[in-house]
């Protein structure tokens, strides 16, 4: 069974552009949700969309957004770049809404680097 | 809202010594809490999870954790440490019906030989 897959792995971006980020859950999965992964913030919490709805999402400015397509498939969006923005981004997979499951599987992110 | 301290941001320890990573929680409701353990340039890799029942949750590669409700703690301890053991470990904690983990600031494991 293939695990959570995150693309790119890494990318270099300037100041001002716009990024999108994908992230192709485990085979069942509903659930994605996106972490933003800093040395000086630690893990921090994006959003989660389940069936192409947005449930929950965290605390960033509107420059970040994301979708979730009808095979949950998500992209994640960062408009105008900033320095800060530079970090791992993880996504993670879920089978159902709840943890029951098993938890989160999360793969191995992509490192967005700005300049 | 619920919170996840950490309260050591490093560890070092002797190869074949034992471990003790803590981790408390603070929630007004019941949690689920996890151990999830990164490994260098990767992704988190989830090691062991309490969801309810026996209040000790063992992982495949010798880590246990025990959920102490009066203490709000979930320590993660292992009895000998190897070298591939190195990685950093985040301890989380997600509320029934909130599909949000919160996440420690996470601690790093160096397992001097």
């Known amino acids: 069974k293939a695990g959570v897959t995150q693309t790119p792995r890494y990318l270099i971006k300037t100041r001002g552009q716009q990024v999108t980020l994908s992230c192709s859950p485990i085979?069942?999965?509903?659930?994605v949700s996106w972490y933003q992964q800093t040395p000086g913030q630690g893990l921090q919490f994006l959003f989660e969309y389940f069936s192409e709805t947005q449930r929950n999402k965290g605390n960033f400015p509107g420059r970040f957004s994301g979708r979730q397509f009808s095979n949950s498939r998500s992209e994640m969006n960062v408009s105008t770049l900033e320095l800060g923005d530079s970090a791992l981004y993880l996504c993670?997979?879920?089978?159902?809404?709840?943890?029951?499951?098993?938890?989160?599987?999360f793969g191995s992110g992509t490192r967005l680097t700005v300049v | 809202a619920q919170s996840v301290t950490q309260l050591d941001s490093q560890v070092p320890v002797f190869e074949e010594a034992p471990v003790e990573l803590r981790c408390n929680y603070s929630?007004?409701?019941?949690?689920?809490l996890f151990w999830y353990v990164q490994y260098p340039n990767q992704g988190l890799q989830l090691l062991l999870k309490?969801?309810?029942?026996?209040?000790l949750v063992e992982s495949i590669n010798g880590f246990e954790a025990e959920f102490n409700k009066s203490q709000t703690s979930f320590h993660l301890r292992k009895p000998s440490v190897h070298i591939s053991d190195t990685a950093e470990y985040f301890c989380a904690a997600l509320s029934f019906g909130n599909e949000k983990l919160t996440f420690g600031t996470g601690t790093r494991l160096t397992i001097i030989p």
């Open positions: 929630s007004s409701v019941s949690v689920y």
């Open positions: 993670a997979s879920s089978q159902t809404t709840r943890t029951l499951s098993g938890g989160y599987t």
């Open positions: 309490y969801l309810s029942g026996s209040t």
């Open positions: 085979s069942g999965h509903r659930s």
